[in-house]
Each structure stands twice: as C-alpha cells, then as structure tokens.
C-alpha cells in the first residue's frame, strides 16, 4: 500500500494548482483504501505482484475519490472522514470537476496497461456506478422500495466496484476464467455486506468513529435496510414514523426513528444479512490456491461486517 500511495501521488500531478489542492485533499483524508487492497490481494492471490499491480490499484483508488467527490455534491454532506467535505471547502464546482479529472486520469492509467480486458472491466463498472447513482437519486423519500430495489442500488453503485476491483487484480495475474469469476464474485458480495454494515451504522455508530454524522442517510431520505425493514415489519406506530421522517427527509426526528428501528430488531436483521452475504464471499473463494493472501480475503469479508466504522 505504501507503494501503491507513492503512484497516487505522482498519478495526482497536474500544472492546474486547484485540481492538485482539491485531488490532494480528499486524498489524504485517508479511509480504508479497501478498493485498492482488494485489487492488491486479488492478484497476489494469483500470482502477481508487480509495480502493474500498484498502478491498477491507484486507479481504482481515483475512480473511488471520483465518485466520492461527485457524492458529496449530490447528497449536499458537509463531513466526510470526520473532516469538511471537498464541496464544502472548494465548493460544487470544484468538486465536480476534479471528480472528472480522477476519472479521466483513472483511464490514462488503464490504457497504459494495454490490456482491453482491464478496460472493458472499468467501462463497464464505470457506467453502473452511475446507473446506481441515478436509481439512488430515484428512491430518495420512497417509502414503497423493496429490500431487493436496495440490493440493487448498493451492487450498483458500491458493490460494483469492489467487484471490478477484485476482478482487475485476477485479470493482471493472467488467471483462469473459473478463478477471474471467482475474484469478481467475491468482490461483488464483499462490497453488498459492506454497504449494508454502513447503512447499519448510521443508526448504530459513534459520529466521531464512522466519520459523518448519525443519521445522514436520513436526512438525504434514503430508504435504507433498517428503515425498510422497519416500514415492513415493524408496529403501525414505528412504520408511520419512519415513512413520515423518510417523506421529509429530515434529521429532527432522527431519535424516534432510531427507537422504532430498535424496537422492531432492524439493525440485528440487516447485520445478520450482510453476515449471510460475507460468508458468501468467503465462499466464492473456493477456486482460489491456498496461501496466506486467500488466508487475507477470506479475514477481509469477515472484518468487513464486525466493524465500528
């Protein structure tokens, strides 16, 4: 990873002193940098672990920062990684645009690696990314999603590129199909239990710990697995609440929505989901040689759903 931070700083260079600023900033805010150890430990799982393998994860690295920039600007958020966000410090337009030009030197990087597999991987991760963006936008307030529309929008818009990255890595490593789709499974169902664990913490978390303040998915009106959970299961009084508090898109009444969601289990329900999804991972590994590398793979997607933040 420390090889993989000195590509991302020179990757980083630009002549425009405010692409470098902004690029630089929300760069080193730090982060669990998960994307690109997934792209590291996928390939030396298989075999490889060049200075190729640092560069794809710095590229994945970028094509994250850019969708992080550009969700900072859609949600309106204010804190990210317990500090001010780019948006709320350069401003929108600044945000916006240096999201752009992560995403376009993302695939400078991809070509030099002349390997179309590798870019066919990204284009596509890339345009369901922002089909997940746009069917997140659409359920904004709706109380009518259904557990499976979420799944949806997380395996679109997060899940999907742990799957490429996970894939990017076997595919430097010259696997076989079988392991490739293994990889790419795997990467798909640790980033779905991911996002659920986050989505579990914005109800469950320490502000100070996770980063962001409680209750922003609630203020944002996003019909998360708790919420849904509770709309479906929970009594009259605790699925009117959340329906009216999801309807407004306000944090006022984030307390009594954080009692209806307890009294009804959401939040042990939506951890065991996503424990359920991380032993699939650790399941779709099977095809992969022994070594202490699969050994971290398979630690990852259980350190995954048994986390604070």
């Known amino acids: 990873m420390q090889a993989v ?16 600023q902004v690029a630089e900033y929300i760069i080193s805010a730090g982060g669990k940098r998960l994307r690109p150890v997934l792209t590291l430990l996928s390939g030396r799982a298989l075999g490889h672990g060049g200075e190729q393998l640092h560069e794809l994860a710095a590229m994945i690295e970028f094509i994250h920062t850019a969708t992080l920039l550009h969700d900072d600007v859609v949600d309106e958020s204010d804190l990210r990684r317990g500090r001010e966000t780019a948006n709320a410090l350069f401003g929108n337009a600044a945000s916006v645009l240096v999201g752009d030009f992560l995403y376009t030197r993302a695939f400078q990087m991809m070509v030099t690696t002349r390997n179309m597999d590798i870019l066919a991987v990204m284009a596509e991760a890339t345009n369901i990314i922002a089909e997940g963006e746009v069917l997140q936008l659409l359920n904004i307030g709706n ?3 259904t557990e499976d529309e979420y799944l949806r929008v997380i395996k679109y818009k997060t899940a999907k590129l742990f799957e490429a990255s ?24 640790l980033g779905t239990a991911f996002q659920i664990i986050d989505d579990v913490l914005d109800y469950s978390g320490d502000a100070d710990t996770i980063g962001k303040s409680l209750g922003d998915d609630l203020a944002e009106g996003k019909p998360t697995l708790p919420l849904i959970y509770t709309m479906r299961n929970g009594n009259p009084e605790a699925s009117a609440t959340v329906r009216e508090a ?25 951890r065991a989901e996503a424990v ?11 095809p992969i040689p022994e070594s202490d590398t699969r050994q971290a793979l398979v630690e990852l997607a259980r350190l995954s759903v048994d986390r604070s933040a």
Do not use: P
Request: glycine letters at 6%; hydrophobic letters at 50%; proline letters at 0%.
């Open 5 to 20: 931070d000195r590509v991302i700083r020179a990757r980083l260079h630009s002549d425009v002193v405010l692409i470098r």
């Open 143 to 145: 109380t009518d999603v």
């Open 166 to 189: 996970a894939r990017v890595g076997a595919l430097s490593a010259g696997a076989s199909a079988e392991q490739v789709r293994a990889m790419a499974e795997y990467g798909m169902y």
């Open 246 to 270: 999801l309807e407004h898109a306000s944090r006022d009444r984030f307390q009594d929505v954080l009692a209806a969601v307890q009294s009804c289990g959401a939040l042990d329900y939506a």
């Open 276 to 286: 359920k999804v991380a032993e699939l991972a650790v399941a779709a590994l099977a």
